[in-house]
């Protein structure tokens, strides 16, 4: 276990939040920020991007140590993919748990405008002019390239979020890659797809069984009701890196850290096999 994992599970997640904040300035302190070129050669050479590829992202702007803006990383990862590559993000916009959010009488998805909770990098990719955005009331992501309405339009009519018509099933097709940026596989949401797709055949049961309802505003402002499984209580406790560091081959997923800032790179196809031969044996990241 690392400090900062002792820490975030033994002290207040204020005092967490506080050290962490102090950590990210020292950073900045000892280290220059990346360049550009720097950031773009990082992205091939330790997080194996290449052109071509559909890439998904996980990212934590606050948390990096770049020299260039927000914006400016989004068209590096454009960049890094090329014309016929796609980049994607998770793109929900609501904090709660999905349950609470369609209790709730006003909940309402505007595929157009609802800004996403998932930090600024999404948030940037859903403004961009040729963002495809998902229907998808709970579990919504944002693509932009070459393949960004195959692997988006259909993500809404599989009452599974993370099943055969999501957009992070679908990459599996492709030569394609998760990264994380500032982040830890805890933010890995890939995971979720191997019980979507295992259903009553993974060991524990991870969606509810019975689903809800969620109001969606479309892209030509029409409402859609789209129903869609949520996340049972029994995911609540989880263990992704303990999990990946016992199990997972680092062909399949390997976390790294530089200048002092958290990275990883999956091969979803890989780790798909991986996390589905763990599960028939009865070994899952919920203990």
């Known amino acids: 276990m690392s400090l900062s994992d002792f820490i975030y599970k033994h002290f207040p997640v204020s005092w967490f939040k506080a050290l962490r904040k102090a950590y990210y300035k020292l950073n900045e302190l000892l280290y220059p920020p990346l360049t550009e070129n720097q950031f773009s050669a990082f992205l091939e050479s330790r997080l194996g991007v290449k052109k071509g590829m559909?890439?998904?992202?996980?990212?934590?702007?606050?948390?990096?140590?770049?020299?260039?803006?927000?914006?400016?990383?989004?068209?590096?990862?454009?960049?890094?993919?090329?014309?016929?590559?796609?980049?994607?993000?998770?793109?929900?916009?609501?904090?709660?748990?999905?349950?609470?959010?369609?209790?709730?009488?006003?909940?309402?998805?505007?595929?157009?405008?609802?800004?996403?909770?998932?930090?600024?990098?999404?948030?940037?990719?859903?403004?961009?002019?040729?963002?495809?955005?998902?229907?998808?009331?709970?579990?919504s992501i944002v693509a932009i390239g070459a393949k960004a309405h195959e692997l988006i339009d259909e993500h809404h009519l599989d009452m599974y979020p993370n099943g055969k018509r999501s957009p992070l099933y679908k990459m599996m097709k492709y030569n394609s890659r998760i990264i994380g940026l500032g982040e830890k596989v805890v933010s890995l949401s890939f995971v979720h797809v191997v019980e979507d797709l295992m259903k009553e055949d993974f060991p524990l049961q991870t969606l509810s069984g019975k689903p809800m309802e969620g109001r969606v505003i479309d892209q030509n402002n029409q409402e859609l009701i789209i129903e869609t499984l949520v996340?049972?209580?029994?995911?609540?406790?989880?263990?992704?890196?303990?999990?990946?560091?016992?199990?997972?081959?680092?062909?399949?997923?390997?976390?790294?850290?530089?200048?002092?800032?958290?990275?990883?790179?999956?091969?979803?196809?890989?780790?798909?096999?991986?996390?589905?031969?763990?599960?028939?044996?009865?070994?899952?990241?919920?203990?």
């Open 231 to 287: 996340p049972h209580l029994n995911i609540g406790h989880r263990d992704i890196p303990g999990f990946f560091n016992k199990y997972i081959s680092k062909e399949a997923c390997r976390s790294t850290s530089f200048q002092g800032v958290n990275y990883f790179s999956a091969n979803p196809s890989l780790l798909f096999d991986e996390l589905k031969k763990l599960a028939e044996r009865g070994k899952t990241i919920y203990g």
């Open 54 to 139: 559909i890439l998904y992202v996980h990212s934590s702007i606050d948390k990096l140590n770049i020299a260039f803006s927000a914006y400016r990383l989004l068209e590096l990862l454009m960049e890094s993919v090329g014309e016929d590559g796609t980049v994607m993000f998770p793109c929900w916009n609501y904090r709660d748990r999905a349950e609470d959010y369609l209790k709730q009488p006003g909940a309402l998805f505007i595929v157009k405008r609802s800004p996403t909770t998932m930090g600024l990098l999404p948030e940037l990719a859903r403004r961009h002019k040729n963002a495809v955005r998902s229907l998808h009331p709970t579990t």
